[in-house]
């Protein structure tokens, strides 16, 4: 490589102030335009009119007579088209072979088989429902699956692991969740391999054909930012109200991060280990499977627990479109507000999402290990010990039905009696906590609201815009009017912006009280490690269990809806400031200790300026976090906001409303994420971080 | 001479936009102007050169010289710009995708600077990986690797993982690997660059012990100007992707082609490199004393003799013919690097 000449010298003269103010005085110069003249700011750029929303000049496609479609203009909105395509594929045949609905189903009814047979292995036995086999056999004892659990655990990761995951089981069997868990279990344990076998089918089509990488990337963003109920409805429509289209649903909120994790994993196999592939002979096929794959197995396996642990939470939120398991019976407590059961539900869920968490992380981290020679039960301890326990589990089981099936009433649920203890705590806290449940909505949030909903779709796209034009040129100015325009003639304009208000002070309460926690927490190692701990655990549970203690504090309403957006999506902001405060290299720190620096002086001057870009990552995924949150808390929400629209379109299988719904919050989503990336990733370049 | 094993002719690399077209734009010779201007960077330019059979080649050169993109070129790891390369007779550049895998799979190792191997296999599976390839079963496959580990002294190690063995084990294991389907040309590419100074001694006497039984063809790229001079037959420099000087140690040493390489063999220790032959005078015209040295020897292995001798020592060669002189001022000059 040829040196480059370093660039000339009156490149780097100082700004002058204008030039340093340039951006931040264009922000102000339009807000203060938009102030002098508000009141003569015309309606129409205030909130977009009906006329533009209702009366739409786009193609709407009439499907009425034959495959070709003839364009016209009648007056609809953008959910009336969705719902033209919908309609479409429901009803009419696709190249006269067959209707795109009873494909669909035909798809749905092909997970039934392989989540009729792990129920069957875990909870009933067989034969059952679609599986029939003349003679019977009995499900696993849950002694058995308690004792095989433990025994992965163990393998897995030691002894701590083995009691999580064979401690968790037995949670379930002592407090009558068996059936509800197992049913969970059985469809993430379902939905995840094909998952990750769509999203890694995807990775590798994308690396052998460039052209699909690039027009995947943007369609899995997209994916990874509609909200749950995005999926949920079309499913219902398309497969009907079925545990079978819970499994789907799953399966397609899960694809998108394997099918990035792939292309990522496999374009980041080390360019020396392809070479040795190459050298030795390989086809391209012996490459792709003898050489990348293995040596991308660690960062696929990342991407295999991430792809459980989404499957897990839906599967948990599949529960409104009629999945059986664990979260159907967690809706039901809660909209009986039975809240021991809740509670105890709730616990279940928790259980199982740390375990599947902590069991697929240590198997993805697991390094092999030179094996010792001698008999069998010496080379593989851990399978003799399975057989084992399995042989024990099934010969106890069949002398002693309990082992089996532990009956109801030698089962421990305390729900019961706890709902009057949980009752009192309420009843004690309601005046103490009528100070946030009263006042704050009174004197902070509904003015904020009131406010948010005044601010004219105008000034929100131009410093949008600008803000697009600042950090990435005009292109990003451009894109990020496009995600607003959608917006504006989605006709849901007001219940966005309510929306946005959610997430915004939600977003701001959670820096308040994330940020200095972070701050005190990166002091010292024992408080890091904590905090990651606390972080890494949150993280895990299912963001429907969030709801169980707001709605136990603050009943229903707005405050509920807020403190569950804050407790699912503080999480990021708190991890990523801890993270990047200790992340900064020693010997930087070093340097400043040399340089005669107090402590605080470390923090402030040396860690926070470094570490800056990793926080507004995190501010970022907060956001992210927030706004698939303020969906799912509209379910304990009281606003006028794109929450209630979604839940009322899912009453009406309203498919083509509530796409359209979860797609004004993902490109809201997408907007926020593109500028901030596009920001850290430039002062990461700054600080010759990247 | 024989025809040479690989012969490189013209051989150029350029990375930037079409950098076919631009090269023939330029008849195949672009200027250092020429390639800046159309900001282009050229890793290879105009390489030309032969290696021999059985002989060691060590391409020698700073980080950014070309070394290793050259012999990825040679190797066909990466698709050279321009020019022509022949393997054994063969036209590289127009062998067919199969063709090369075969040519990998019978006649070319390649050993590389972090080790390469696959993490998820043994030490077995790994050696045994080439042949796995190429559809060969179990028990032969398995078969010959043991014999390649066993060769490189890793035997009772076979089950151990990459990770489970140190940085100077996890190379044996890379060389057992590149030379498991026998290759006639072994390709390494700063094989002891990542090891620590002692390791990296006892790699080098290993690789001289490796290549004095197996006599393969050999192209060995270092950064290390000490560790070409143990190891090669002939070495050539290479700078800013051009192959400055191709010659053996002495060569470099005694004629410098440039002020570049001069640098380089400053330090040098020359007095082992050079032999009495390449340093001393006319032969005397009468015997001074009955000492004799032979041309033969390396001016270090005589110092000793020369310097405890009053006047100037009489050279013969094997025959005990004089052929020359040498003087105790000539071998200070060459042990302690004095200007002539």
Request: proline share 6%; net charge neutral.
């Amino acid at each position: 490589m040829t040196a480059r000449p370093l660039p000339a010298l009156e490149e780097h003269r100082p700004e002058t102030g204008l030039e340093r103010y340039r951006w931040p005085l264009l922000f102000l110069g339009l807000i203060a335009v938009y102030l002098l003249f508000r009141h003569a700011w015309p309606a129409w750029a205030t909130i977009p009119p009906e006329a533009w929303t209702e009366r739409l000049p786009l193609p709407y496609f009439v499907f009425g007579e034959g495959f070709l479609p003839s364009l016209t203009f009648p007056g609809s909105n953008i959910a009336d088209w969705f719902n033209a395509i919908v309609t479409f594929l429901r009803e009419h045949e696709i190249f006269g072979l067959f209707v795109f609905k009873d494909f669909t189903r035909w798809l749905g009814g092909l997970t039934v088989y392989p989540l009729d047979f792990a129920e069957a292995l875990v909870i009933s036995g067989f034969p059952h429902r679609s599986i029939k086999i003349p003679f019977e056999i009995p499900a696993v004892p849950w002694v058995a699956a308690v004792g095989l659990a433990a025994i992965l655990g163990y393998y897995a990761a030691g002894w701590r692991i083995a009691l999580l995951a064979g401690g968790s089981l037995a949670y379930f069997a002592l407090f009558n969740l068996w059936k509800p868990a197992m049913t969970t279990l059985s469809l993430v344990l379902v939905a995840a391999p094909i998952a990750a076998g769509i999203g890694l089918g995807l990775g590798i089509l994308a690396l052998k054909y460039r052209w699909l990488e690039k027009a995947l990337w943007p369609i899995l963003n997209l994916m990874q930012a509609l909200p749950h109920f995005g999926y949920l409805i079309p499913v219902v429509v398309f497969v009907g109200l079925a545990h079978r289209s819970g499994a789907i649903a799953t399966i397609l909120f899960a694809v998108p991060v394997m099918a990035k994790v792939t292309m990522v994993a496999l374009r980041s196999v080390p360019q020396e280990v392809m070479e040795a592939g190459v050298m030795a002979g390989c086809t391209p096929r012996q490459m792709l499977w003898s050489v990348r794959i293995p040596a991308a197995r660690h960062t696929l396996m990342v991407g295999i627990n991430q792809v459980i642990m989404l499957c897990l939470a839906m599967q948990v939120i599949s529960s409104f479109i009629g999945a059986r398991g664990l979260g159907i019976d967690l809706l039901f407590r809660l909209q009986n507000l039975q809240l021991g059961r809740a509670l105890e539900i709730g616990i279940a869920i928790v259980l199982m999402a740390i375990t599947l968490d902590r069991l697929s992380q240590a198997l993805a981290e697991k390094e092999p290990e030179h094996r010792p020679e001698g008999p069998f039960w010496v080379v593989h301890p851990y399978l003799t010990a399975a057989g084992v326990v399995f042989l024990v589990g099934g010969l106890l089981a069949a002398f002693l039905p309990e082992a089996a099936r532990l009956p109801r009433a030698m089962t421990i649920s305390v729900g019961r009696s706890i709902d009057p203890v949980i009752k009192d705590v309420v009843a004690a806290l309601y005046d103490p906590l009528s100070f946030i449940r009263d006042t704050l909505p009174a004197y902070v949030l509904v003015p904020l609201r009131d406010f948010f909903k005044a601010i004219p779709w105008t000034v929100f796209m131009a410093l949008l815009a600008l803000a697009g034009w600042r950090l990435g040129g005009w292109r990003m100015a451009a894109v990020v009017t496009l995600y607003v325009v959608f917006i504006v003639l989605s006709s849901w304009w007001t219940e966005f912006m309510v929306t946005t208000f959610l997430v915004f002070s939600a977003v701001v309460i959670c820096v308040l009280f994330g940020f200095p926690l972070a701050v005190w927490a990166s002091r010292r190692d024992s408080t890091t490690r904590a905090i990651a701990f606390l972080c890494d655990t949150f993280q895990t549970f299912p963001s429907f269990i969030y709801l169980i203690p707001c709605v136990m504090l603050f009943q229903v309403g707005t405050v509920s809806q807020l403190l569950a957006i804050v407790l699912y999506s503080a999480i990021p902001v708190v991890r990523y400031t801890v993270l990047g405060l200790r992340g900064v290299p020693q010997h930087i720190i070093e340097g400043a200790i040399t340089s005669g620096c107090t402590p605080a002086q470390i923090l402030w001057k040396v860690r926070m300026p470094i570490a800056v870009p990793e926080i507004m990552l995190g501010l970022n995924q907060t956001i992210m976090f927030g706004l698939f949150m303020v969906m799912i808390a509209g379910f304990i929400g009281g606003n006028n906001d794109l929450a209630r629209e979604i839940f009322k379109a899912k009453a009406q299988n309203d498919a083509g409303l509530a796409l359209l719904l979860a797609l004004n919050v993902a490109f809201l989503g997408l907007a926020t994420d593109r500028l901030i990336q596009a920001w850290a990733a430039e002062r990461k370049k700054q600080l010759g971080l990247d | 001479m024989p025809e040479p094993t690989i012969s490189c002719r013209n051989v150029w690399k350029l990375f930037g936009d079409e950098p076919e077209a631009f090269l023939s734009r330029h008849g195949g010779d672009p200027d250092n102007r020429a390639i800046d201007d159309g900001g282009y960077i050229a890793a290879v330019r105009a390489a030309t050169l032969d290696v021999q059979a059985g002989e060691i080649l060590v391409v020698m050169g700073l980080s950014g010289s070309g070394k290793s993109t050259l012999v990825r070129c040679l190797s066909r790891l990466i698709e050279p710009t321009g020019g022509e390369i022949f393997f054994e007779g063969l036209d590289l550049l127009k062998a067919t995708p199969k063709e090369l895998i075969e040519l990998r799979r019978h006649k070319m190792g390649m050993v590389f600077q972090n080790f390469a191997l696959l993490p998820h296999r043994t030490v077995m599976q790994n050696v045994a990986f080439p042949l796995e390839v190429q559809g060969i079963d179990r028990q032969s496959r398995e078969a010959k690797a043991q014999e390649m580990i066993e060769l490189v002294g890793l035997n009772g190690r076979e089950s151990y993982y990459p990770r489970e063995l140190s940085g100077g084990q996890q190379q044996r294991v890379g060389i057992a690997r590149s030379l498991a389907v026998g290759p006639d040309v072994w390709f390494l590419d700063e094989p002891f660059s990542a090891l620590d100074p002692l390791i990296r001694r006892e790699m080098q006497n290993e690789f001289l012990r490796l290549q004095n039984m197996l006599h393969k063809t050999i192209v060995f790229i270092t950064h290390d100007f000490d560790e070409a001079i143990r190891l090669a037959d002939r070495i050539a420099i290479m700078k800013d992707g051009v192959i400055v000087q191709i010659g053996t140690a002495e060569e470099l040493v005694v004629n410098p082609a440039t002020d570049y390489v001069r640098d380089f063999t400053r330090d040098v220790a020359k007095g082992k490199l050079l032999t009495v032959a390449r340093v001393m005078a006319a032969p005397l015209n009468e015997a001074n004393g009955g000492l004799t040295i032979k041309a033969s020897e390396s001016v270090a292995d005589v110092a000793a003799r020369v310097i405890g001798h009053e006047g100037p020592v009489a050279v013969v060669d094997e025959a005990g013919r004089a052929v020359g002189s040498l003087s105790r001022d000539q071998v200070v000059d060459v042990l302690f690097a004095r200007e002539a």
